[in-house]
């Protein structure tokens, strides 16, 4: 296992509380991000990406909750923090591309106020000096102009947004990324853009990036390693060359079967069912109703995340 | 920002168009209602003394209020004098000129409506904002719910309700007037603190009625920008908690109160006839309120046409700097 990991996330339970009881949003999420490197949450819409995303910047709402686990931000756990102590630790050490970058911006405020905003909190005073400058260079980094500070975002594009918010992410050089379906609202090729720029200004801050989202061959070509989540558990977890070659929970097989080929022509084989409801989550297996290999022990117990080979998790009782 | 020469040039033709209308209509009113004002005035003097010359009498009045001259001359100088507002002497208070009286009323009016309105504003606004907002702790949230209750309280009811505990009952506040009764109008201490201590019970009954208002105005606006992307990634930017109320939330939450305290700022002129009437203060709405009674054209029409003119002229302002309070209205053509 990698030793230098700049997050580790231990045996992770996030539960929205309603008054049907609660649901299991997150459940038993053990997972680390390396030094540098690129790592991707995949799953379907209510799966528990964004929410783990969320715990990690303790920015669950009620009535969710982190019920268990750590989550180890450089040996720092942030679910220990108090409330001023995670404000400071947020935007400096762990920043968010937001998910709707159209709406994110603050359309009264001009873009450089609304950088400068991150800047002058974290750093005090002592930033004032060369701030616009500096703001200025982070617009250019991100591939925008500089007359782009001094505009309110209804001004700008979609693509011009998402590159303001990539801007931002970067101003304080946090030591993780997280990228929520960064680019989902954007047409392929501004997408592609957008990302290559988000991959660069990565490398050169040295950061790590977490990248949510549902679009498999937009994370084969930016991530490492990725993690497969599902109903809430996350069911495998390896680089993204094994996860394409050989993957070996059963729903990551057919995720990945899903993708469409322009080879075989065949139509992509849609998986029958519906993703578990997480008020009342089947017992054993959350996979299991819609698992083609199921056994009978899926019914009743939850199979662990097991390291099968070196770096490769899955979390299915297949492979004990 | 956001204006154009053309446009602004065209707000103010549009300004004085709707003042120009209102003059008109202020013309045209009092010539379709029966019954002849001078008459009315001369009715009044045979109460008190013997009219020998009726005829004479109604000839020079006709004269020095410009009825004997034809109607297109009438409107003209009508319109004329109304844009230098000179809307000629008072029936009631004859021969005193109604822009005098207009203007001597006025500061009490707008003394006591600008304070209050600005002030029930802010602290509404802030309060109701305060309610939705999740860093508030719970016990201020439940200190501030009651106050939401006075959106349903007319003031004139307040006002009475105070004058009877703290004038009637507690004795500690006068009961009206601007002052106490026979004290010299100066400049010195003793009456500066005699007037405001008479402007307390009003003031306290309009603000207090007008609180209720902005704070459910406010916290419908409130809830919407709170769930709003770009307040999260505030919280995300690690910003603090006032900083995030203030600049993000209430900021844009603010937007349509401020088009709402504009018009009741442009509103005050004309006082709030009721709480002037309760408290006999010598504003702008007891004013009118007389010279209904006396049917006083003169004088209503001066104090309605400065009612029109101070909204217009609040909105023309609210206008040309809508664009400043949010960037994304823009009047330049693209």
Same mark, same amino acid.
């Given at each position: 296992?990698?030793?230098?990991?700049?997050?580790?996330?231990?045996?992770?339970?996030?539960?929205?509380?309603?008054?049907?009881?609660?649901?299991?949003?997150?459940?038993?999420?053990?997972?680390?991000?390396?030094?540098?490197?690129?790592?991707?949450?995949?799953?379907?819409?209510?799966?528990?990406?964004?929410?783990?995303?969320?715990?990690?910047?303790?920015?669950?709402?009620?009535?969710?909750?982190?019920?268990?686990?750590?989550?180890?931000?450089?040996?720092?756990?942030?679910?220990?923090?108090?409330?001023?102590?995670?404000?400071?630790?947020?935007?400096?050490?762990?920043?968010?591309?937001?998910?709707?970058?159209?709406?994110?911006?603050?359309?009264?405020?001009?873009?450089?106020?609304?950088?400068?905003?991150?800047?002058?909190?974290?750093?005090?005073?002592?930033?004032?000096?060369?701030?616009?400058?500096?703001?200025?260079?982070?617009?250019?980094?991100?591939?925008?102009?500089?007359?782009?500070?001094?505009?309110?975002?209804?001004?700008?594009?979609?693509?011009?947004?998402?590159?303001?918010?990539?801007?931002?992410?970067?101003?304080?050089?946090?030591?993780?990324?997280?990228?929520?379906?960064?680019?989902?609202?954007?047409?392929?090729?501004?997408?592609?853009?957008?990302?290559?720029?988000?991959?660069?200004?990565?490398?050169?801050?040295?950061?790590?990036?977490?990248?949510?989202?549902?679009?498999?061959?937009?994370?084969?070509?930016?991530?490492?390693?990725?993690?497969?989540?599902?109903?809430?558990?996350?069911?495998?977890?390896?680089?993204?060359?094994?996860?394409?070659?050989?993957?070996?929970?059963?729903?990551?097989?057919?995720?990945?079967?899903?993708?469409?080929?322009?080879?075989?022509?065949?139509?992509?084989?849609?998986?029958?069912?519906?993703?578990?409801?997480?008020?009342?989550?089947?017992?054993?297996?959350?996979?299991?109703?819609?698992?083609?290999?199921?056994?009978?022990?899926?019914?009743?117990?939850?199979?662990?995340?097991?390291?099968?080979?070196?770096?490769?998790?899955?979390?299915?009782?297949?492979?004990? | 920002?956001?204006?154009?020469?053309?446009?602004?040039?065209?707000?103010?033709?549009?300004?004085?168009?709707?003042?120009?209308?209102?003059?008109?209509?202020?013309?045209?009113?009092?010539?379709?209602?029966?019954?002849?004002?001078?008459?009315?005035?001369?009715?009044?003097?045979?109460?008190?003394?013997?009219?020998?010359?009726?005829?004479?009498?109604?000839?020079?009045?006709? &004269? !020095?209020? $410009?009825?004997? =001259?034809?109607?297109?001359?009438? /409107?003209?100088?009508?319109? #004329?004098?109304? @844009?230098?507002?000179?809307?000629?002497?008072?029936?009631?208070?004859?021969?005193?000129?109604?822009?005098?009286?207009?203007?001597?009323?006025?500061?009490?009016?707008?003394?006591?409506?600008?304070?209050?309105?600005?002030?029930?504003?802010?602290?509404?606004?802030?309060?109701?904002?305060?309610?939705?907002?999740?860093?508030?702790?719970?016990?201020?949230?439940?200190?501030?719910?009651?106050?939401?209750?006075?959106?349903?309280?007319?003031?004139?009811?307040?006002?009475?309700?105070?004058?009877?505990?703290?004038?009637?009952?507690?004795?500690?506040?006068?009961?009206?007037?601007? &002052? !106490?009764? $026979?004290?010299? =109008?100066?400049?010195?201490?003793? /009456?500066?603190?005699?007037? #405001?201590?008479? @402007?307390?019970?009003?003031?306290?009954?309009?603000?207090?009625?007008?609180?209720?208002?902005?704070?459910?105005?406010?916290?419908?606006?409130?809830?919407?920008?709170?769930?709003?992307?770009?307040?999260?990634?505030?919280?995300?930017?690690?910003?603090?908690?006032?900083?995030?109320?203030?600049?993000?939330?209430?900021?844009?939450?603010?937007?349509?109160?401020?088009?709402?305290?504009?018009?009741?700022?442009?509103?005050?002129?004309?006082?709030?006839?009721?709480?002037?009437?309760?408290?006999?203060?010598?504003?702008?709405?007891?004013?009118?309120?007389?010279?209904?009674?006396?049917?006083?054209?003169?004088?209503?029409?001066?104090?309605?046409?400065?009612?029109?003119?101070?909204?217009?002229?609040?909105?023309?302002?609210?206008?040309?700097?809508?664009?400043?309070?949010?960037?994304?209205?823009?009047?330049?053509?693209?």
């Amino acid at each position: 296992m990698n030793t230098d990991a700049v997050l580790r996330i231990n045996n992770l339970h996030v539960h929205y509380q309603t008054p049907q009881g609660a649901v299991k949003a997150v459940d038993e999420v053990n997972l680390f991000v390396g030094r540098g490197e690129r790592f991707g949450f995949v799953g379907e819409s209510g799966c528990g990406k964004t929410t783990t995303a969320l715990a990690i910047l303790q920015m669950i709402q009620y009535p969710g909750k982190i019920v268990a686990g750590e989550i180890l931000l450089e040996g720092k756990n942030l679910v220990e923090l108090n409330a001023e102590e995670m404000r400071r630790t947020r935007w400096r050490e762990v920043s968010l591309i937001p998910q709707g970058a159209m709406s994110s911006l603050n359309p009264v405020m001009r873009i450089k106020d609304q950088i400068a905003d991150a800047i002058l909190t974290h750093e005090g005073r002592s930033a004032r000096t060369g701030l616009n400058q500096r703001i200025e260079d982070l617009l250019v980094t991100v591939g925008l102009q500089r007359p782009v500070a001094q505009m309110f975002p209804h001004e700008l594009s979609g693509g011009m947004k998402q590159r303001v918010c990539v801007a931002m992410a970067i101003a304080l050089k946090p030591k993780l990324i997280i990228a929520d379906e960064p680019t989902s609202a954007l047409d392929v090729v501004v997408q592609r853009i957008v990302t290559q720029t988000l991959i660069e200004v990565q490398e050169r801050i040295g950061a790590s990036l977490i990248l949510i989202g549902h679009d498999m061959g937009l994370q084969a070509q930016i991530v490492h390693r990725l993690a497969i989540m599902y109903g809430g558990h996350l069911v495998e977890m390896a680089t993204v060359k094994k996860i394409f070659q050989a993957p070996q929970h059963p729903y990551t097989q057919v995720l990945i079967g899903s993708v469409p080929s322009p080879k075989t022509k065949k139509s992509p084989f849609a998986l029958p069912g519906l993703p578990p409801a997480l008020l009342n989550p089947p017992p054993g297996c959350v996979f299991h109703p819609r698992c083609a290999k199921a056994l009978e022990m899926c019914r009743t117990q939850v199979p662990p995340l097991h390291e099968i080979q070196a770096a490769h998790f899955v979390a299915c009782h297949l492979y004990r | 920002m956001g204006l154009s020469v053309g446009y602004v040039i065209r707000r103010i033709a549009m300004f004085l168009v709707v003042i120009w209308v209102a003059a008109t209509i202020n013309f045209i009113i009092p010539r379709l209602v029966p019954g002849d004002p001078i008459q009315t005035m001369l009715a009044h003097m045979a109460q008190t003394e013997r009219i020998e010359n009726a005829a004479a009498i109604t000839q020079e009045l006709r &004269a !020095t209020y $410009g009825l004997d =001259a034809p109607i297109q001359e009438q /409107y003209a100088r009508y319109i #004329l004098n109304s @844009f230098r507002f000179d809307f000629g002497l008072s029936l009631n208070q004859f021969p005193t000129k109604v822009g005098d009286l207009v203007l001597r009323a006025m500061p009490w009016t707008i003394g006591l409506l600008a304070t209050t309105t600005l002030l029930s504003f802010g602290l509404g606004t802030l309060m109701g904002a305060l309610l939705v907002w999740r860093g508030t702790p719970r016990w201020a949230q439940v200190m501030l719910t009651p106050f939401t209750f006075f959106a349903a309280v007319p003031y004139f009811l307040l006002a009475v309700v105070f004058l009877y505990l703290f004038a009637y009952v507690w004795k500690i506040l006068p009961t009206g007037g601007v &002052a !106490t009764a $026979g004290a010299k =109008a100066e400049w010195t201490l003793a /009456y500066v603190g005699d007037v #405001l201590q008479h @402007f307390i019970l009003p003031a306290a009954a309009m603000a207090l009625a007008g609180l209720g208002n902005w704070m459910l105005g406010i916290r419908g606006m409130m809830v919407t920008t709170i769930g709003a992307d770009y307040l999260n990634l505030a919280y995300a930017k690690g910003l603090t908690d006032r900083r995030i109320f203030f600049r993000y939330a209430l900021r844009n939450a603010m937007l349509p109160q401020v088009t709402s305290l504009v018009i009741a700022l442009g509103h005050i002129v004309s006082g709030a006839i009721l709480i002037e009437v309760i408290f006999t203060l010598p504003g702008i709405g007891n004013l009118l309120y007389r010279s209904i009674g006396f049917l006083d054209y003169p004088m209503i029409q001066g104090i309605t046409f400065v009612l029109v003119v101070s909204v217009a002229f609040s909105v023309l302002l609210l206008d040309l700097f809508y664009p400043r309070l949010d960037p994304r209205i823009t009047y330049t053509r693209k």
